[in-house]
C-alpha cells in the first residue's frame, strides 16, 4: 500500500482555470509535508512545508492547505508557465527522518 | 538555498559497464542523499552519504551495486556498477537544510542499452 498518493496522475487547465492537486498520506506521526514543482529534465524546485493540521502556505498562484489525512495545492488562475509535475514528499516518525515520495500529479496549462 | 550541480547530465552507457556521478554543492552540509527516479514512479532514496562515515543503504540497495563516497562537506559521488538496463532512470542527489527540506541537483539522466 502506497503511504503517499497523488490525485489525478495528469491534469489539464485552460490559462485561469483554478484547480486544485491532492495528495493522500496513511503515515502516522507527520513531521512534515514538502511540496516540489519538477520541470522536464530537471531536479524537483522546493515550493513548501507544512507541518500542523490547518497549516496554509502561499506563494504566487499557489497555495498548500494541510489537513490530518491530506494536503492540496491549489493553484489559482493558472498560467501556462505553471505547467510541470508536482510532487508531494511526507517525513513521519518511522521514515527515519527520510522522505516518502507520491508518484507526483502531471500538470498542464494550455493558453 | 543551497545551488547544486551533477555531472554528467546524462549518459548511454553500456551492458555491464559502471558509470560514477558526481555532486558538488556551493556550501558545506552534512548530509547528502541520492535519489532514483524512474519513469512513472516515486522518487526512490537510495542512501545517505555523511562525511567521514559509511553510507547509509535504503532497503532494496546495496553498496556493491551503488557504492558511494563523500570526502568531504561539499561533494559526493555515486557509481552505478555492472549496469543493466534497469539501471536505467534519472539519478538525483540533494541535501538538506536548517528546516528539514530538501534541494535538489539536475539529476543525471542513464540509459543503459
Known amino acids: 500500500e502506497d503511504q503517499v498518493t497523488q490525485s489525478p496522475e495528469a491534469l489539464r487547465l485552460q490559462e485561469g482555470e483554478s484547480s486544485s492537486l491532492n495528495c493522500s498520506y496513511t503515515?502516522?506521526?507527520?513531521?512534515?509535508l514538502f511540496w516540489y514543482r519538477q520541470d522536464p529534465g530537471k531536479g524537483p524546485e522546493f515550493l513548501f512545508t507544512?507541518?500542523?493540521a490547518g497549516e496554509e502556505k502561499e506563494k504566487e498562484r499557489l497555495k498548500a492547505t494541510l489537513t490530518k489525512k491530506e494536503s492540496f495545492l491549489h493553484i489559482t488562475a493558472p498560467k501556462p508557465e505553471d505547467s510541470a509535475t508536482y510532487l508531494c514528499?511526507?517525513?513521519?516518525?518511522?521514515?527515519?527522518?527520510?522522505?516518502?515520495f507520491g508518484k507526483g500529479t502531471k500538470l498542464s496549462v494550455k493558453p | 538555498s543551497a545551488v547544486i550541480s551533477q555531472k554528467p547530465s546524462r549518459d548511454i552507457c553500456q551492458r555491464g559497464t559502471s558509470l560514477t556521478i558526481q555532486c558538488q554543492v556551493d556550501?558545506?552540509?552534512?548530509?547528502m542523499f541520492w535519489y532514483r527516479q524512474q519513469p512513472g514512479q516515486s522518487l526512490t532514496l537510495i542512501a545517505t552519504?555523511?562525511?567521514?562515515?559509511?553510507?547509509?543503504?535504503e532497503s532494496g540497495f546495496v553498496i556493491d551495486k551503488f557504492p558511494i563516497s563523500r570526502p568531504n562537506l561539499t561533494f559526493s559521488t555515486l557509481t552505478v556498477s555492472n549496469m543493466s538496463p534497469e539501471d536505467s532512470s534519472i539519478y538525483l542527489c540533494?541535501?538538506?537544510?536548517?528546516?528539514?527540506?530538501?534541494?535538489f541537483g539536475p539529476g543525471t539522466r542513464l540509459t543503459v542499452t
Open positions: 540533494s541535501v538538506e537544510e536548517g528546516a528539514g527540506e530538501q534541494y
Open positions: 503515515v502516522s506521526g507527520l513531521r512534515g
Open positions: 507544512l507541518y500542523s
Open positions: 514528499a511526507v517525513r513521519y516518525g518511522g521514515s527515519q527522518g527520510n522522505l516518502i
Open positions: 556550501s558545506q552540509v552534512t548530509m
Open positions: 552519504a555523511n562525511q567521514g562515515s559509511e553510507a547509509t543503504y
